[in-house]
């Protein structure tokens, strides 16, 4: 699976290497990554702040696509109304705020990854939103 990162593109493999990139590829808090089997559809796209991340899934082309809904599993120190998000560029230019209501632990958006990397379904690990 192609992962296209803040810090670049790289191939994974397996469990164990997306989990690697997971943890490596980021700049300070913030880390995004769009990941795909053929490009560009299926598509899944995870950005992360610390400890929460957002996930976008674009089945096919034209689909608007599902964005992630928060669930029980939010961390109880997260109170901000809303989160700020870098994209894969890493630049100010291309971030982003969004409600706290999209957002989900970072360890649920990780399972995420792994079922994509899987099935290139949508993960049914995640409470998802069709656009």
């Known amino acids: 699976m192609e992962i296209d990162t803040i810090t670049g593109r790289v191939h994974v493999r397996d469990h164990q ?4 990139v997971f943890r490596e590829c980021r700049q300070g808090a913030f880390g995004a990554f769009d990941l795909s089997h053929q ?3 299926p598509w899944l796209s995870i950005l992360i702040n610390d400890s929460l991340a957002c996930l976008h899934y674009f089945p096919v082309e034209g689909h608007p696509g599902f964005q992630s ?7 109880p120190t997260a109170t901000d109304e809303t989160v700020h998000f870098l994209q894969s560029s890493g630049s ?23 079922q994509f990397f899987d ?6 690990c995640i409470q998802w939103w069709e656009l």
């Open 17 to 20: 290497q997306l989990a690697l």
């Open 39 to 41: 490009e560009p559809f």
């Open 69 to 75: 809904q928060a669930g029980s599993g939010l961390p």
């Open 92 to 114: 100010e230019g291309d971030s982003f705020d969004l409600p706290l209501s999209v957002a989900v632990p970072v360890e649920l958006a990780l399972l995420a990854a792994q």
């Open 119 to 124: 099935t290139s379904a949508l993960p049914n």
